[in-house]
């Protein structure tokens, strides 16, 4: 079974500042997904950023980017130019790729790290 | 477009109630779920569906029913409610497996 790891239960940054959030992950599949959602006090999920694992590239959303490295299974994200509304949980989430013959079943989360941003 | 709705809000059950949270989307996707998310914990799936008429448990199914009668709605049913049940659910849809978009959740008590 895939497990998703985030070890920082809370995060504090000040504004303007440059903050990385942890993620680990475990599979065996070759080909799945990776994102990073973004849950705000209003509790609704917004995506902020998604990686195909055959792509060797960095994805990247404006102040937002990631580091992954597929053989360590290390899904990182950057936050730049932190901002007051970036405070929220952030959540890291897998999926098998239903291309490589993975199933159709849901997004498997990690606990979420908590962001503080400090005015 | 409305994206994907869920309706209510917020509601309280007492133990052995039984009601449907309502989910719909209006953005023709295949693939809908059902997530439940505890306190200080990540999102749980619970039921998905690949199209109408196709469904199949998730990780946490037990004390739940779905059904998926139209591409557009994705009802999720609890029979007898129980105080471990007590959560925010939260439905999502997706095109075609990959990324997932979400509704504003529903909280549910049980009490």
């Known amino acids: ?119 | 477009n409305a994206g994907v709705t869920q309706t209510p809000k917020f509601r309280i059950l007492k133990i052995g109630q039984s009601m449907t949270l309502q989910c719909a989307q209006d953005m023709n996707h295949n693939y809908m779920y059902w997530y439940r998310q505890d306190p200080g914990m990540g999102l749980k799936l619970i039921y998905y569906s690949v199209g109408a008429g196709i469904t199949d448990k998730g990780e946490v199914p037990n004390g739940y029913n779905v059904s998926r009668s139209t591409t557009e709605d994705f009802p999720l049913r609890l029979e007898l409610a129980a105080p471990s049940q007590t959560s925010v659910y939260f439905c999502a849809s997706s095109y075609a497996g990959d990324t997932q978009y979400f509704g504003p959740g529903t909280r549910l008590t049980v009490l």
Request: charged share 20%.
């Open chain 1, 1 to 119: 079974a895939q497990t998703v790891t985030q070890s920082q239960p809370e995060m504090s940054v000040q504004e303007a500042e440059t903050v990385t959030l942890s993620c680990t992950y475990d599979t065996s599949e070759s080909d799945y997904y990776l994102f990073w959602y973004k849950q705000p006090p209003s509790r609704q999920m917004i995506l902020v950023i998604r990686q195909e694992a055959y792509k060797q590239q960095n994805a990247t959303e404006n102040r937002f980017s990631v580091n992954f490295q597929k053989a360590a299974k290390s899904f990182s994200l950057k936050i730049s130019d932190s901002q007051l509304g970036d405070a929220a949980m952030y959540f890291c989430a897998y999926r098998v790729s239903v291309y490589s013959g993975g199933g159709a079943d849901g997004l498997t989360f990690g606990k979420g790290t908590h962001l503080i941003i400090q005015p």
